[in-house]
Nanobody
Framework: QVQLVESGGGLVQAGGSLRLSCAAS????????MGWFRQAPGKEREFVAR????????YYADSVKGRATISRDNAKNTVYLQMNSLKPEDTAVYYC????????????????WGQGTQVTVSS
């Protein structure tokens, strides 16, 4: 099992930046694909970014491409999401998730989820 704890959310002005972190417990972190998702009020949870087990492959939603960077440090059991040029529409609870190598954008393919961290972008 993997337990995930997100941090780094907060209130930021439009155009600003945030770096979200997700710390994982357990000794098998490097065996999981990691993803970031977000859920805005009244909306469904949506895919944001995904990184392969080694960190050599990444994939982004069109809505954040060019503004977000996902990375991981397997020695620290941590995955990061750097968000730049933030927009009010980025306001959401951000979740990290762990899944098998085949997991990409589909929520159901991820096995473990964190509790989320709130990101609020003011205009």
């Amino acid at each position: 099992q993997v337990q995930l704890v997100e941090s780094g959310g907060g209130l930021v002005q439009a155009g600003g930046s945030l770096r979200l972190s997700c710390a994982a417990s357990g000794r098998t972190f490097s065996s999981y694909t990691m993803g970031w998702f977000r859920q805005a009020p009244g909306k469904e949870r949506e895919f944001v970014a995904r990184i392969s087990r080694s960190g050599g492959s990444t994939y982004y939603a069109d809505s954040v491409k060019g503004r977000a960077t996902i990375s991981r440090d397997n020695a620290k059991n941590t995955v990061y999401l750097q968000m730049n040029s933030l927009k009010p529409e980025d306001t959401a609870v951000y979740y990290c998730a762990a899944g098998p190598p085949s997991a990409i954008v589909t929520i159901e393919t991820y096995d473990y989820w964190g509790q989320g961290t709130q990101v609020t972008v003011s205009s």
